[in-house]
């Protein structure tokens, strides 16, 4: 699958996120808005990255998680 095919689908997946590689080759997310306090105190990020993007994608599930229950 292309790099560009796996960036759309991982946006897709997660609209709250934008989503890119580096020219290092990490795959990162950072949210559109902030954080709130509880959010912070949750362990929530504002941007996370990963070696792939299975890892981000669970990154992601990891953070949607803890924003859903500060």
Known sequence: M?????LAEIAREFPEWTIWRSDAGRWWATRHHPLTSAQRTAGCAMTIDADEPDGLRELL??????????
Not at 2 to 6: M, V
Not at 61 to 69: G, S, T, V
């Open 2 to 6: 292309s790099l560009d095919r796996r």
């Open 61 to 70: 599930r990891e953070q949607e998680a803890r924003a859903a229950d500060p």
